[in-house]
Nanobody
């Protein structure tokens, strides 16, 4: 069982930055892939980024590539999402998720555990 708690969301102006954190419980964190997803009002949940359990591989959605960076600290059981050059269209609830089968997946249904989400609002 893995429990995930996101933090770091808030209100920021367009062009600004935020850093999201996701703290995980359990001793298996270092062996599972971690992803970030987001869901805007009236839209489906969408993939943002994923990082391999070892931290050696990452993938990003085209919409955030070059602006967002996913990273992890296995000693601290935490995964991060650094978000720069934020745009109003980045406004959403951001969720971290854990995939114990380590598929480096972009599909939300392949993730086993989810956090409660943190709101990110980007004003124009």
């Amino acid at each position: 069982q893995v429990q995930l708690v996101e933090s770091g969301g808030g209100l920021v102006q367009a062009g600004g930055s935020l850093r999201l954190s996701c703290a995980a419980s359990g001793r298996t964190f270092s062996s599972i892939d971690m992803g970030w997803f987001r869901q805007a009002p009236g839209k489906e949940r969408e993939f943002v980024a994923v990082i391999r359990w070892s931290g050696t591989m990452t993938y990003y959605a085209d919409s955030v590539k070059g602006r967002f960076t996913i990273s992890r600290d296995n000693a601290e059981n935490t995964v991060y999402l650094q978000m720069n050059s934020l745009k109003p269209e980045d406004t959403a609830v951001y969720y971290c998720a854990a995939d114990k089968n380590r598929r480096l997946s972009r599909r939300s249904y392949e993730y086993d555990y989810w956090g409660q989400g943190t709101q990110v609002t980007v004003s124009s």
